[in-house]
């Protein structure tokens, strides 16, 4: 049986990537998977850059408002979701396109990378937790460079969530995860992929991101803050570590000034932008797209992906035999 469609569409944030997989899901009879951490969560809508109901223009999209904001997300559980919604989509006869900006969430389902072993000594994760708590990640990270350097370039030192799971996979295995990762994507993929990477130069990309910041702010990101930290959620929470709600939580204590915070956020979304480039960078059959190339003519780039997709064998509709699965 051949291998079952699958197709990516991904690239830095504030890129555009979300109106332009619109355009193709419409084109090919395609669903979309939101492959992004922050967009599972409920409520926090403005700043995580969430598709409006009305901007979906009746394409079905998945993994969006599934979780509460103090609920627990991991690339595990994505995977989980992920893989079932293409299963339902195959059954629906279409194409699942997985459409967003984590690359670690799309490598986990492109290549179904094993995370068997990953994460399962409790106590030790605990204490992880609690010295990330006592002296910062920065401590955290200094560990984990210690017994791999490799993942410790790769893995942002705020981002405690992955550091704490490094360290764990070492302490079970005495490997490290580096190796085990790099060994998981030399794996061939259980699909027919067509891998997108939608890119801008990087002068009017920056533009881009401190525009989206500034609409951001003008649509009412301290008020969705502000709402979701009088509900209850705080800054110790998976959900509120990510980009636009730890700044203004920042602000809204009274740690920094606005203006110190709306400089941070644009700041660190550039810096983020930046750690997105160089992660795609390393994927192995990717096809990039620079926007200047094609003229910013959306027209044009839909085009060369709809040929890029025949080439591949990647056309609507899904075959009957791909209904039941990989």
């Known amino acids: 049986m051949k291998k079952p469609p699958l197709i990516i569409l991904t690239g830095p944030t504030a890129v555009g990537k979300t109106a332009l997989s619109i355009r193709l899901a419409k084109a090919v009879g395609g669903e979309i998977l939101s ?30 408002d599934i979780l509460e904001p103090w ?42 990378i094993d995370f068997t072993q990953n994460g399962q000594d409790g106590a030790y994760r605990r204490h992880l ?18 017994v791999d350097p490799e993942a410790a370039k790769q893995i942002h030192e705020n981002n405690i969530k992955r550091t704490i799971r490094a360290l764990e996979y070492y302490q079970e295995t005495g490997e490290p995860i580096s190796g085990h990762n790099e060994r998981e994507r030399q794996k061939e993929s259980p699909y027919n992929f067509a891998y997108f990477v939608l890119n801008q130069d990087r002068a009017r990309l920056y533009e881009r991101i401190d525009r989206r910041v500034d609409a951001m702010l003008e649509a009412g990101l301290v008020d969705e803050v502000k709402a979701l930290k009088e ?6 929470m998976v959900s509120m570590q990510g980009l636009g709600y730890k700044e203004i939580l920042d602000y809204l204590d009274g740690r920094i ?37 094609f003229e910013n003519d959306e027209e044009r780039i839909l085009d060369f992906m709809k ?17 039941q699965g990989v």
């Open 35 to 64: 492959a992004d951490s922050m967009q599972v969560y409920k409520g926090m809508d403005i700043g995580s850059a969430k598709i409006r109901p009305d901007e979906m223009e009746g394409v079905s999209h998945h993994l969006i």
């Open 71 to 112: 609920e627990e997300f991991h690339v595990v559980r994505f995977q989980e979701c992920a893989k079932a919604c293409i299963q339902e989509i195959y059954g629906r006869g279409h194409i699942p396109i997985l459409t967003g900006g984590t690359g670690f969430y799309i490598q986990a389902v492109l290549y179904d």
């Open 129 to 146: 937790e609690a010295l990330a708590a006592e002296k910062g990640p920065a401590y955290l990270h200094g560990l984990l460079e210690a």
């Open 231 to 236: 509900a209850g959620c705080t800054r110790d």
């Open 257 to 293: 000034d606005y203006e110190e915070a709306v400089r941070v956020l644009k700041r660190d979304t550039r810096h983020f932008a930046k750690r997105q480039l160089t992660w795609f960078r390393r994927e192995r059959d990717v096809t990039w797209i620079e926007r200047e190339a």
């Open 307 to 323: 040929d890029a997709l025949k080439e591949k064998g990647i056309c609507p509709p899904v075959l009957r035999e791909h209904r």
